[in-house]
């Protein structure tokens, strides 16, 4: 089957790509409202992408209704947010916080999970996030005909869980983080079998 995607409605170039280009890794970022408020919502448009300086990217939309997300609204007004890693243990609390909600009303309210302060990072945290990084705006891109917000996001610190730490290599271990892996429609995943290739020279 060829798909001409140049044709095809968004929509479905949309369903395409979220079933194809699978799995992709869970930002769940956490936003401050302008009430003073935090805005708190998943996206799998999400990767690294540079090392120097620490560099990770995820892509916002727009709401039904055409005004742009509070998580885009929220980062192009203030330079600081967090991003937590989605892991399988949280999912249902995830998928909670990608409900619609009207502007500045806190999807915290709607799920069991507490705020911890770090003096590092500026903004609270998830107290059962196992990897949060606290990020600073680096840049926007707008992007296509939407357009879609494509945000670059430096990371200042990172908070990892010490039980994640695999001792012989002082790296967490992935089958400790237990990432949440986003498919398509409303389908996620967790990790298989894990396997090693050595890397040829």
Not at 25 to 36: I, K, Q, R
Not at 93 to 109: D, F, I, K, V, Y
Request: some cysteine.
């Amino acid at each position: 089957m060829i798909v001409d995607m140049i044709n095809l409605p968004k929509a479905d170039v949309y369903k395409l790509m979220t079933h194809t280009v699978i799995p992709r890794p869970v930002a769940w970022v956490l936003s401050e409202n302008d009430s003073g408020s935090f805005n708190l919502a998943p996206f799998s448009y999400f990767n690294a992408i540079a090392s120097d300086p620490a560099l990770v990217m995820f892509s916002v939309g727009h709401k039904r209704d055409g005004s742009k997300k509070d998580t885009w609204s929220n980062i192009e007004k203030r330079e600081r947010f967090v991003i937590h890693l989605g892991v399988v243990p949280q999912a249902k609390q995830l998928n909670e916080t990608a409900r619609a909600l009207p502007a500045g009303e806190s999807e915290l309210e709607r799920i069991d999970s507490q705020l911890v302060e770090d003096a590092e990072f500026g903004l609270p945290r998830l107290a059962d996030c196992p990897i949060a990084f606290a990020c600073q705006r680096y840049d926007i891109h707008l992007l296509g005909g939407g357009p879609q917000a494509v945000i670059y996001a430096e990371i200042k610190h990172a908070f990892i869980n010490d039980e994640l730490i695999d001792p012989s290599t002082g790296l967490p271990g992935a089958d400790k983080i237990q990432p949440l892996a986003r498919l398509g429609g409303e389908q996620y995943a967790s990790l298989g079998e894990i396997f090693s290739l050595r890397r040829p020279s």
